[in-house]
């Protein structure tokens, strides 16, 4: 089954621009490499056409002499990552299908968790598909819909109330960009205006990246039109109650310098920082990031406890982040590639290391190993996500809880395991407080083994 966390982006711009749209959503993808490294792609509309490329691997490799080819005035772009077995170029997106000469295609971030369910549905009716993702499932979908000779809005809305899952996607539909988010926000998604038009994307750094100024979140719910660099269409199709932003984006997955649906996500993670030093009140000679994901935690813990920011573990910048590494053994060899210990800083030092989050544990292991082995008198690890006891089914890389080491193991069993000399992890109210938002408006599912979409509909 497809279980990805990926990032999208939409442009569109007005037929007067002289810009390229390809080289917008080149830099655009760009800024959201961190949310997958397996593949990219971008579907672009041009002179009455959409012209496609994806490929395995990194932007700068994936588009490296295509961009030329890619003209336009409006386009969707993707990057991807996925787990075991399923990172392959079928599964990679935007994807395209062409019905009744009129190209479709689609980006997807999030999963869809009755995605079996409307796939056998759908190859009943004798659709057939060519990946097993459910990216694919939800085009068709719309494509169903619009057949029946509904226009693009009410197509969405049909396809909402049969879709259950996290799901931010950007449709293009010949020159329109059509971007939609599921009515819980599970999965972030936002639109700003760019010289000669607009962008949607999931992270704001894609906005910034393209020196255009950010307008506000893609509602929950909510879809939005752009057509020829202007917004045709804002209309919130499902609003519920409460949403159920995911936490982990501000724990883990989004870049720092993001603001997602209103929090800074620097300044939740600061926050956090500061409460691990409030809860834990170690003494130390000083406080170490796990690099670069824990930074802007050691950052804010140092402030609280006035204990020195001194760095540990150097990062080697050219390797990827290790959890989303898609096989076991690459990760356990990517720590190795990856961090360095600064032997002159750490030996004979008693030292608060923070992290963002403990998910197998087997990288907290090895980097409190390293530091011991590097003279570390004594390591106390601090992290900044409570413990992860049940799997996530709307687009991150934790999908049974086996794999969670907190889901079995108690906090004594984990510091064993681990062998720091204490483990302090920030409390799920704690961690409510430092997003700041509403518990009922967060998905806590992880955390919690609550869902709020029922289990029994997974
Ligand atoms: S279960 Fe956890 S990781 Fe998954 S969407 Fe909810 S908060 Fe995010």
């Given at each position: 089954m497809i279980r990805e966390e990926c990032g999208v982006i939409g442009v569109s711009f007005s037929r007067e621009s002289s810009l390229d749209v390809?080289?917008?959503?080149?830099?655009?993808?760009?800024?959201?490499?961190?949310?997958?490294?397996?593949?990219?792609?971008?579907?672009?509309?041009?002179?009455?056409?959409?012209?496609?490329?994806?490929?395995?691997?990194?932007?700068?490799?994936?588009?490296?002499?295509?961009?030329?080819?890619?003209?336009?005035?409006?386009?969707?772009?993707?990057?991807?990552?996925?787990?075991?077995g399923e990172s392959n170029i079928e599964n990679s997106q935007p994807f395209l299908i062409n019905h009744k000469g009129k190209a479709f295609a689609i980006v997807h971030n999030g999963n869809l968790v009755n995605y079996r369910k409307l796939r056998s549905n759908a190859e009943r009716r004798g659709?057939?598909?060519?990946?097993?993702?459910?990216?694919?499932?939800?085009?068709?979908?719309?494509?169903?819909?619009?057949?029946?000779?509904?226009?693009?809005t009410p197509a969405i809305s049909a396809v909402m109330e049969k879709m259950k899952g996290s799901?931010?996607?950007?449709?293009?539909?010949?020159?329109?960009?059509?971007?939609?988010?599921?009515?819980?926000?599970?999965?972030?998604?936002?639109?700003?205006?760019?010289?000669?038009?607009?962008?949607?994307?999931?992270?704001?750094?894609?906005?910034?990246?393209?020196?255009?100024?950010?307008?506000?979140?893609?509602?929950?719910?909510?879809?939005?039109?752009?057509?020829?660099?202007?917004?045709?269409?804002?209309?919130?199709?499902?609003?519920?109650?409460?949403?159920?932003?995911?936490?982990?984006?501000?724990?883990?997955?989004?870049?720092?310098?993001?603001?997602?649906?209103?929090?800074?996500v620097y300044d939740v993670r600061r926050r956090i920082g500061e409460i691990l030093a409030e809860k834990s009140n170690i003494d130390a000679d000083f406080v170490s990031p796990t690099p670069d994901s824990g930074a802007t935690f050691a950052i804010g813990y140092a402030k609280r406890s006035g204990l020195p920011y001194i760095e540990s573990l150097i990062k080697n910048r050219y390797v990827g982040r290790t959890f989303i590494m898609p096989e076991q053994n690459e990760r356990e060899l990517a720590v190795r590639l990856k961090l360095n210990p600064i032997k002159t800083n750490i030996d004979g030092k008693r030292i608060v290391l923070v992290d963002d989050s403990v998910v197998r544990g087997t990288t907290s292991k090895r980097i409190v190993r390293m530091l011991k082995k590097s003279g570390a008198k004594e390591v106390h690890l601090c992290v900044g996500c409570p413990p992860l006891i049940s799997p996530c089914y709307f687009g991150v890389?934790?999908?049974?809880?086996?794999?969670?080491?907190?889901?079995?193991?108690?906090?004594?069993?984990?510091?064993?395991?681990?062998?720091?000399?204490?483990?302090?992890?920030?409390?799920?109210?704690?961690?409510?407080?430092?997003?700041?938002?509403?518990?009922?408006?967060?998905?806590?599912?992880?955390l919690t083994g609550e869902y709020r979409i029922k289990v029994s509909e997974i």
């Open positions: 390809s080289y917008q959503l080149y830099y655009g993808l760009y800024a959201l490499q961190h949310r997958g490294q397996e593949s990219a792609g971008m579907a672009v509309f041009d002179k009455g056409r959409v012209n496609l490329y994806k490929n395995m691997g990194l932007i700068f490799e994936v588009f490296n002499k295509k961009l030329g080819k890619l003209d336009g005035s409006a386009g969707i772009g993707h990057v991807r990552y996925s787990t075991i659709e057939v598909f060519t990946s097993t993702s459910d990216s694919e499932v939800m085009l068709h979908l719309i494509i169903g819909e619009v057949r029946d000779e509904r226009e693009i799901y931010s996607a950007i449709l293009l539909v010949e020159d329109c960009i059509i971007a939609f988010r599921d009515p819980l926000g599970i999965k972030p998604l936002c639109i700003g205006r760019i010289d000669g038009g607009y962008i949607v994307a999931s992270e704001s750094v894609a906005i910034d990246t393209l020196d255009g100024e950010f307008i506000r979140d893609v509602m929950p719910g909510e879809v939005i039109i752009l057509k020829d660099g202007k917004i045709i269409r804002e209309e919130r199709l499902i609003e519920l109650e409460n949403t159920a932003h995911c936490m982990f984006e501000y724990v883990y997955f989004a870049r720092p310098d993001s603001v997602i649906d209103g929090r800074s890389d934790f999908t049974t809880k086996d794999e969670l080491v907190a889901s079995k193991k108690s906090v004594e069993e984990i510091l064993k395991i681990i062998g720091a000399d204490s483990l302090h992890y920030i409390s799920v109210e704690d961690l409510i407080e430092a997003i700041g938002k509403k518990r009922e408006d967060i998905c806590l599912a992880c």
